[in-house]
């Protein structure tokens, strides 16, 4: 099997690589600030304007937003990005955000959104765990009432990243009050600049922070309904879908991995041989990650069913992430913990290893996915409620 791009398959991803050729060490320490400085994950405000200068953003949408690009395309470029060091947490985010209006907004929101996306003006986030309502997210409280034009939404949501650098969230609410688990859910694309909004840092292990989001009586208009009132739980599973698709820590172990090895280079004698096998191990793993990626991307592409094969590549990958950094630390010893910020790697490798502890966490605990993937992807029978 053939598993090279042909000239048409890697045109975006060659483009990439033509943009990463244009940063210097100055340009890139210049966009490593401006992401601890936003104090998120891998969001650059920079370089999203450059992507969309480029034409980079919502590839495989329809004309006249995207460009009409397939799904290994779309896939090839967006690893380029990652592996050459570029945040691209933005891209996928705000890509979710377009990609949800696609498939279930009206004319009008998509409209309005999809030209802002694509320019790199509007930005998302996902409004949807709560404190009593993580895991299962079935179990949400916030409510939005129906007044006139608008609903009224009253709430709390916790754990959003990025939403104080973003335009809009997609908040999950319940639009019936006696609706039970799925039903009566509803979803609203709501501006976070109106009234009654208040955005609280939660800082996190990995070096930046999610908030904890309250809506006090906020008025949102219900032309931003998303789907039909009390489908929410349709709209939002093709996001979350699509979140599960994304490579959790694969990529960036992929890259830290080949970074790792050219620092190595030449001191094959000092590592013990059990060290060499792991090394050689991980090598294998992280392909083998990669494939899971690529193979969930083009099962998208092919139009079919993504929500079993998707948790699975985000369990394998998350925690092949874990277990690498944990071992390259490790072997580097005690200078990874106390790392000099002139050694980039060095640094590197201890913010990484503070990332990874969330991995398995975030989009979904391990626990959650492999009982998505017994189900959807194994065909196992689901075990009953108590």
């Given at each position: 099997?053939?598993?090279?791009p042909?000239?048409?398959?890697?045109?975006?991803?060659?483009?990439?690589?033509?943009?990463?050729?244009?940063?210097?060490?100055?340009e890139?320490?210049a966009?490593?600030?401006?992401?601890?400085?936003?104090?998120?994950?891998?969001?650059?405000?920079?370089?999203?304007?450059?992507?969309?200068?480029?034409?980079l953003?919502?590839?495989?949408?329809?004309?006249?937003y995207?460009?009409?690009?397939?799904?290994?395309?779309?896939f090839?470029?967006?690893?380029?990005?990652?592996?050459?060091?570029?945040?691209?947490?933005?891209?996928?985010t705000?890509?979710?955000?377009?990609?949800?209006?696609?498939?279930?907004?009206?004319?009008e929101?998509?409209?309005?959104?999809?030209?802002?996306?694509?320019?790199?003006?509007?930005?998302?986030?996902?409004?949807?765990?709560?404190?009593?309502a993580?895991?299962?997210?079935?179990?949400?409280?916030?409510?939005?009432?129906?007044?006139g034009?608008?609903?009224?939404v009253?709430?709390?949501?916790?754990?959003t990243?990025s939403?104080?650098?973003?335009?809009?969230?997609?908040?999950?609410?319940?639009?019936?009050?006696?609706?039970?688990?799925?039903?009566?859910l509803?979803?609203?694309l709501?501006?976070?600049?109106?009234?009654?909004?208040?955005?609280?840092p939660?800082?996190?292990?990995?070096?930046?922070?999610?908030?904890?989001?309250?809506?006090?009586?906020?008025?949102?208009?219900?032309?931003?309904?998303?789907?039909?009132?009390?489908?929410?739980?349709?709209?939002?599973?093709?996001?979350?879908?699509?979140?599960r698709?994304?490579?959790?820590?694969?990529?960036?172990?992929?890259?830290?991995?080949?970074?790792?090895?050219?620092?190595?280079s030449?001191?094959?004698?000092d590592l013990?041989?059990?060290?060499?096998?792991?090394?050689?191990?991980?090598?294998?793993?992280?392909?083998?990650?990669r494939?899971?990626?690529?193979?969930?991307?083009?099962?998208?592409?092919?139009?079919?069913?993504?929500?079993?094969?998707?948790?699975?590549?985000?369990?394998?990958?998350?925690?092949?992430?874990?277990?690498?950094?944990?071992?390259?630390?490790?072997?580097?010893?005690?200078?990874?913990?106390?790392?000099?910020?002139?050694?980039?790697l060095?640094?590197d490798?201890?913010?990484?290893?503070r990332?990874?502890?969330?991995?398995?966490?975030?989009?979904?605990?391990?626990?959650?996915?492999?009982?998505?993937?017994?189900?959807?992807?194994?065909?196992?029978?689901r075990?009953?409620?108590?």
């Open positions: 099997m053939n598993f090279r042909d000239k048409d398959d890697a045109r975006y991803r060659d483009r990439m690589r033509a943009i990463a050729d244009s940063y210097g060490w100055a890139m320490k966009m490593r600030e401006e992401i601890h400085e936003l104090d998120v994950e891998r969001y650059s405000f920079a370089f999203q304007k450059r992507l969309a200068d480029e034409g953003i919502g590839l495989t949408w329809p004309k006249p995207g460009r009409e690009a397939r799904v290994d395309q779309q090839l470029m967006a690893e380029e990005l990652e592996t050459q060091g570029f945040p691209g947490y933005g891209l996928t705000n890509q979710r955000g377009g990609g949800m209006l696609l498939r279930s907004g009206s004319p929101l998509v409209a309005e959104h999809l030209p802002k996306v694509v320019s790199g003006e509007y930005t998302y986030c996902q409004g949807l765990s709560e404190p009593g993580g895991s299962d997210l079935l179990a949400l409280k916030t409510r939005a009432v129906r007044d034009d608008d609903y009224v009253n709430g709390s949501k916790i754990w990243s939403a104080h650098i973003s335009t809009f969230t997609s908040l999950l609410v319940r639009t019936d009050p006696d609706g039970k688990r799925h039903r009566g509803s979803l609203l709501v501006p976070l600049d109106l009234p009654g909004i208040t955005i609280q939660i800082e996190v292990m990995g070096g930046w922070r999610v908030n904890a989001v309250f809506y006090d009586n906020v008025r949102v208009p219900a032309r931003n309904l998303v789907g039909e009132e009390g489908g929410g739980w349709n709209v939002i599973t093709g996001n979350l879908d699509e979140e698709a994304m490579s959790f820590g694969g990529t960036e172990t992929r890259l830290l991995c080949a970074r790792l090895i050219h620092r190595l030449g001191r094959a004698d013990s041989e059990i060290d060499l096998q792991l090394l050689g191990q991980f090598v294998m793993e992280l392909e083998a990650d494939l899971l990626y690529l193979r969930v991307g083009m099962q998208a592409a092919r139009g079919e069913d993504t929500s079993g094969s998707g948790p699975l590549s985000k369990v394998y990958g998350s925690e092949l992430a874990q277990r690498f950094i944990e071992w390259a630390c490790d072997l580097l010893g005690t200078e990874t913990l106390f790392a000099d910020s002139n050694d980039v060095m640094a490798m201890e913010e990484q290893l990332v990874a502890t969330v991995l398995t966490n975030i989009g979904g605990t391990s626990e959650v996915q492999r009982n998505i993937v017994a189900a959807r992807y194994l065909g196992l029978p075990e009953p409620r108590s």
